[in-house]
């Protein structure tokens, strides 16, 4: 691959004629990657850099079978889903064969916004209510329905602060968060934070609205990798539906076997925890725009009984259900979901290693492919090292090694990555981190 412009040129564009409020990661000196493949990514002089951010393409960037599957489709036929097609019905069938028995009703669109905003007109038809319970820090899609409901968003610069039909309930982090586990017991915790939810179930009843639905990642990412305690979402779930109310896993970002052990990662609360709406998106298309809410016929049947077709120009279309479908292949044919466990674990080992040797990592959580590394000024207090966080991201970088930070405080480094990265990698990344906090302490 070479360059159409000079990356000097590039910018030059970019600031003219791209929305600034569009982003670019590393805004000080931006990356001009060219080409990638599985899991790394080239610059325009051909510097490689192992990925850890990407969970998008999740079976590896460029991977050839998607290429050839999206040519094929694409040389063939290329239409809505107004017309009969194999590649629809053969993916839904698939894809609810993922899931348990009740959710087996597949919706298609394009992102993962579309798929929450439609989770949550779906929730909203079937209760008649509008009241949505969320978890603080959340983020569910960038249209105004979602931005109403992702504190992420609205409680920051730019946002209008959260509407009255919105509650939020603090995020189950046991480490920073509300309630944490140097005060508290294991279940004490489940039972402090699962009440905060009953509480605004409740108050929402007394006003006499009630609750439509109660949405949350089943891993929270923005929130900086929050792993949910163990029977968490049994109890909110239960009170939920107690209360007339239905509940959305958003899986968009941590579904498809990132975790390992399981395809969604609702399911490590548990085989009897099963949400009323899933939403999935990222992953699903290995960054072709395909995503999906999947529902029980129950709740789809209400959303028919309205009357109101639903419509969607580009969901479902022949490509991308080929595209999905190859996907889902990749993930078994190369045992991906087998490689999140065992690369996952070992670097779960080496970080929690590196815990034991540097104070200004606090905590190390993860499951699968999905891992956070909670950086503190002070184990005692948990103080957020943000500052130190975006210096640590910025030397790995310096060492092609691509990471994010997240969580309110921007301390949480982000472990998300291709879910082809191998062990040779992980060694990689925890050497180089060992020695970027030894030249930190040696610099205090
Ligand atoms: N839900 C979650 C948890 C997400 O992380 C995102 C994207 N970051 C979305 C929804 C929205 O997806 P999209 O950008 O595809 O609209």
């Known amino acids: ?66 290429a050839d599957v999206a040519f094929k489709q694409l040389k063939t036929l290329n239409t809505n889903s107004r017309f009969l097609h194999d590649n629809l019905v053969l993916y839904a069938e698939r894809l609810s064969n993922l899931l348990p028995p009740p959710l087996s009703v597949c919706f298609f669109v394009n992102s993962g916004s579309e798929a929450n905003d439609l989770a949550l007109r779906l929730a909203r038809t079937h209760t008649k209510r509008k009241d ?19 504190p992420y968003k609205f409680d920051h610069p730019g946002g ?36 905060e939810v009953q509480k605004l179930i409740d108050l929402s009843a007394a006003n006499g609205k009630g609750i439509s639905c109660f949405i949350a990642e089943s891993l929270q990412s923005c929130g900086g990798q929050i792993i949910l305690p163990p029977d968490y979402l049994r109890r909110v779930y239960k009170s939920v539906r107690d209360s007339g109310g239905v509940c959305i896993a958003d899986e968009v970002q941590v579904g498809f076997g990132r975790v390992g052990t399981h395809w969604w990662a609702f399911q490590l609360q548990g085989e009897d925890v099963i949400p009323d709406i899933v939403t999935m998106g990222k992953p699903m298309g290995n960054g072709h725009p395909i995503a999906a809410v999947i529902t029980t016929k129950e709740i789809a049947d209400s959303f028919a009984a309205t009357g109101m077709e639903y419509f969607n120009t580009y969901g479902g279309n022949p490509v991308s259900c080929a595209i999905g479908n190859a ?32 104070s200004i990592i606090g905590d190390v959580r993860g499951v699968g492919m999905f891992i956070g590394i909670d950086l503190v000024k002070d184990r005692a207090t948990r103080e957020p090292a943000t500052v130190e966080a975006q210096h640590i991201i910025t030397r790995l970088k310096q060492e092609l090694i691509l990471f994010s930070a997240d969580g309110p405080n921007r301390n949480v480094l982000k472990f998300k990555p291709p879910m082809v990265l191998s062990l040779n990698d992980a060694d990689h990344l925890l050497r180089t981190l060992d020695s970027i906090l030894d030249e930190i302490k040696a610099a205090n």
């Open 160 to 195: 209008e602060g959260k509407p009255d039909w919105v509650h939020v309930a603090p995020v189950p982090d046991v480490y920073g968060g509300k309630y944490r586990d140097d005060k508290h017991s294991a279940e004490e915790l489940v039972q402090l934070y699962s009440d």
């Open 327 to 358: 996907v889902l292949d990749i993930i078994e044919e190369e045992k991906l979901r087998e490689n999140a466990i065992v690369v996952g674990n070992h670097l779960l080992i080496g970080l929690k290693e590196l815990k034991e040797k540097h």
């Open 132 to 150: 949505v319970i969320v978890l603080d820090h959340a983020y569910h899609g960038h249209v105004i329905s979602l931005i109403d409901i992702s």
């Open 1 to 66: 691959e070479s360059e159409k412009l000079s990356k000097s040129e590039t910018i030059r564009l970019r600031e003219k004629f791209i929305a600034p409020s569009c982003k670019l990661f590393f805004k000080a000196d931006p990356l001009k990657i060219i080409s990638a493949k599985g899991q790394y990514m080239f610059n325009e002089k051909g510097d490689k850099y192992l990925d850890c951010i990407n969970n998008v393409t999740h079976v590896g960037h460029s991977h050839p079978k998607i």
